[in-house]
C-alpha cells in the first residue's frame, strides 16, 4: 500500500463515498476491466481445454500497479492462476479470501445479438460471456484495490485474493491445485466470498408491494455424478431373453428419474425459509410445520423468489446419459448410465443407501466424481457484515442465506477450513433475470450494478466508515 495507512474515519460516510473523484476513477475501471476481461477469451471446453494465462497476466498487472506482489501460478501451459495479499490494519484478525475464476462458458456467436467477445459497453450494460460469470466481479475486485492504494485505504483484516482458472470444469487446473500445492498462500483465512449470491431479486409481498432480495451463498450441495452399469446375457434380438441388460438399466434409471427426495431442511434451507417469508410478509414455518407435508406449498407462495429455495430443500437425482448397444437385433450383454445427483448437507449416506434400493439387485451403481456438500454459519459476524453492506447501499431490501443448487471453487478451499459464501454483490433492475445471464445468450451486466457492487464490496471488506 502506498503512503501512510489510513482506515475509514468517522466522516466518511457512505454518503460521502459516492461523489468525488476517486469514486469516479473507481467506477471507470470495474467498468473498462470488465469490458478488457471480457475480450480475453478464456473459454474453457472442458477436459483440460482452456486458458486463462492472458486474463491472469492481465489481473496481476493491474496488482502490481496498486503495489501488490501478486503471484503468477500456473498449473500446467496456459493454465494460470493469480494470488495476491492485501495487509490488514488489524494484525490479529484473520485473514479474508476473495476469489473470481477467470473462465469462461463457451459461447456460440450466431446466437447473440451482439458478437459474445467485444465487451461492448452500450445503453448502459457491458455485453459478453462472463459478465455477471464472473469477469465483472473480478473486475470490481481490481478496481477497488486500486482504489484503496490510491487513497491509502486499508480493509482491517487481511485480504487474499485469488483470480482462478478452471471453475467452469473440474477446478483441477485452478481452485483445486491452488488449494493442494500452494495452501500456503491462504494462512490465517479462516472464510472466503466467491461468487453466487449477492444480487438483486425482484419479487412481490403478498400484498403485491414490490420486494428486494439479495441471496448470499452459506451452502451448496454436494455433486455425486454416478455411473450405473447392467450385465446380462447378450443374444439375437428375435429370441427370448430374461437377462437382457438394457431393460434393467432402463428400469433404474425411470425409477431414479421418478423418484421424489423428501424434503430435509439444513440449517441454511431452513434460513433460508424463514428468511423469504419474512421479506414477504408470509406466514413463516410454526410450530405444527411439517416439512415433508407443507414446505412445498409453502415454497409455491414464494413466487418469482421461490426459485431460491425450492431445488435446495431435496437432493436430486437427474438420468443424464445413457449407453447400451450398437444394432437393433442384438441384445449387448451390457448397457450403462450417467446420473448428475447433488446431495444436501448432513445427507450423504441417506443418498447411497436410497441408491441401492432405487438401483436394485441388477444394476451397479459406483461415483465417478464427488465432491462434499458445504454449509457455512449463518450467524456470523461476516454473514451480518455482508447483510449491513447490502442494505446500506439498497435500504429497504432483504438479505436472505441460500444453499446454492451446485458447486463453485468455495468448495475447493472448504478443504482448507475455510467456510465459504457466495457474496458477489450487483443491483439488478427488475427484468433482467441473473439466472438466465448465467452460462446465457446475450450475458450483459449493467454499468449500474457494477457501482453498486464495487462500493458495497469496499464497505464489507473495510468496515462501515
Ligand atoms: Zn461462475
Given at each position: 500500500m502506498h503512503e501512510a495507512e489510513r482506515t475509514g474515519t468517522a466522516s466518511d460516510t457512505a454518503a460521502a463515498l459516492e461523489t468525488g473523484e476517486g469514486l469516479d476513477r473507481l467506477d471507470e475501471e470495474a467498468v473498462r476491466f470488465t469490458s478488457e476481461l471480457i475480450r480475453i477469451d478464456t473459454t474453457n471446453r472442458g477436459?483440460?481445454?482452456?486458458?486463462e494465462r492472458p486474463a491472469a497476466e492481465y489481473a496481476a498487472e493491474r496488482l502490481s500497479d496498486a503495489g501488490l506482489a501478486p503471484r503468477l501460478l500456473e498449473?500446467?501451459?496456459?493454465r494460470a492462476n493469480v494470488v495476491a495479499r492485501i495487509p490488514g490494519t488489524d494484525p490479529d484478525a484473520p485473514a479474508l479470501l476473495v476469489h473470481g475464476h477467470l473462465d469462461v462458458v463457451p459461447a456460440?456467436?450466431?446466437?447473440?445479438?451482439?458478437?459474445?467477445?467485444?465487451?461492448e459497453v452500450a445503453d448502459g450494460l457491458v455485453w459478453g460471456r462472463?459478465?455477471?460469470?464472473?469477469k465483472g466481479t473480478v473486475a470490481m475486485v481490481l478496481a477497488l484495490v486500486r482504489f484503496w492504494a490510491r487513497g491509502g485505504l486499508r480493509p482491517r483484516r487481511d485480504i487474499v485474493v485469488a483470480f482462478t482458472a478452471d471453475e467452469e470444469d473440474s477446478a483441477a487446473y485452478g481452485a483445486e491445485w491452488l488449494a493442494r500445492e500452494h495452501a500456503e498462500l491462504f494462512a490465517g483465512c479462516t472464510e472466503a466470498v466467491g461468487e453466487s449470491g449477492g444480487h438483486t431479486v425482484h419479487a412481490r409481498a403478498a400484498d403485491g408491494t414490490p420486494v428486494r432480495i439479495y441471496p448470499v451463498g452459506a451452502g451448496e450441495r454436494g455433486t455425486a455424478w454416478l455411473r450405473l452399469s447392467a450385465r446380462g446375457t447378450a443374444g439375437h434380438g428375435s429370441k427370448t431373453n430374461t437377462d437382457n441388460a438394457v431393460s434393467a438399466l432402463a428400469a433404474a434409471v425411470a425409477r431414479i428419474g421418478a423418484h421424489t427426495w423428501p424434503v430435509r431442511l439444513t440449517p441454511v434451507t431452513r434460513a433460508a425459509l424463514d428468511g423469504v417469508a419474512a421479506a414477504l410478509g408470509v406466514d413463516a414455518p410454526?410450530?405444527?410445520?411439517?416439512p415433508q407435508r407443507d414446505t412445498d406449498a409453502l415454497i409455491d407462495g414464494?413466487?418469482?423468489?421461490?426459485e431460491l429455495v425450492r431445488p435446495t430443500v431435496r437432493c436430486s437425482s437427474a438420468p443424464t446419459v445413457l449407453e447400451a448397444g450398437g444394432k437393433v437385433n442384438v441384445v449387448p450383454d451390457r448397457a450403462s448410465a450417467g446420473i448428475d445427483g447433488r446431495v444436501l448437507p448432513g445427507a450423504e449416506e441417506e443418498f447411497a443407501a436410497t441408491l441401492d434400493e432405487l438401483t436394485g439387485d441388477r444394476v451397479q451403481w459406483e461415483y465417478q466424481h464427488r465432491s462434499r456438500p458445504l454449509q457455512s454459519p449463518v450467524d456470523a459476524p461476516v454473514f451480518a457484515a455482508m447483510r449491513e453492506a447490502l442494505l446500506a447501499f439498497d435500504p429497504g431490501a432483504h438479505v436472505v442465506p441460500v444453499c446454492l443448487t451446485g458447486g463453485t471453487d468455495a468448495k475447493q478451499f472448504a478443504e482448507l477450513g475455510i467456510a465459504g459464501y457466495g457474496f458477489s454483490p450487483l443491483r439488478l433492475p427488475p427484468g433482467l433475470d441473473h439466472g438466465a445471464l448465467f452460462?446465457?445468450?446475450?450475458e450483459r451486466i449493467p454499468v449500474e450494478a457494477l457501482r453498486f457492487g464495487a462500493r458495497v464490496l469496499d464497505r464489507f471488506l473495510r468496515g462501515p466508515s
Open positions: 477436459g483440460g481445454d482452456g486458458r498449473s500446467a501451459p496456459g456460440e456467436p450466431s446466437r447473440w445479438s451482439r458478437p459474445p467477445f467485444s465487451g462472463g459478465a455477471v460469470d464472473m410454526a410450530a405444527g410445520f411439517d414464494f413466487g418469482a423468489a421461490a452460462h446465457g445468450v446475450d
